[in-house]
């Protein structure tokens, strides 16, 4: 299984990214079937969930810094997550990472991606 992210940049306080991170080595059912997440990581600090979606889209979860202004999405024929960041602030900025989790019934693994960096400059 491979996640492979994408999508970030330098932007401008109050511009927009959009985040994807593609799924790999794994059968559509196993991706419709999986919890996934965004995650962020800062220097000298631990990762910390940005946003979720549960299976099939069901519900989602964000960080209270970001509801409001980010947007988490699924699309499973694709197997692509993606995170869209609105009204972007200086400390957005970080190193995003998606993260899928394999319900126990396949197994119960956590996969990652290797993270995508977010500038915004104010």
């Known amino acids: 299984v491979q996640l492979q992210a994408s999508g970030g940049g330098l932007v401008q306080a109050g511009g927009s990214l959009r985040l994807s991170c593609r799924a790999s080595?794994?059968?559509?059912?196993?991706?419709?079937?999986?919890?996934m997440g965004w995650y962020r990581q800062t220097s000298g600090k631990q990762r910390e969930l940005v946003a979720s979606?549960?299976?099939?889209?069901?519900?989602?979860n964000y960080a209270d810094s970001v509801k409001g202004r980010f947007v988490i999405s699924r699309d499973g024929s694709k197997k692509i997550v993606y995170l869209h960041m609105n009204t972007l602030r200086p400390e957005d900025a970080g190193i995003y990472y998606c993260?899928?989790?394999?319900?126990?019934?396949?197994?119960?693994?956590?996969?990652w991606g290797q993270g995508t960096q977010v500038t915004v400059s104010s």
């Open positions: 993260n899928i989790k394999y319900p126990p019934a396949i197994g119960g693994r956590d996969f």
């Open positions: 080595g794994m059968i559509t059912s196993s991706f419709v079937s999986s919890d």
């Open positions: 979606i549960t299976a099939r889209g069901g519900s989602t």
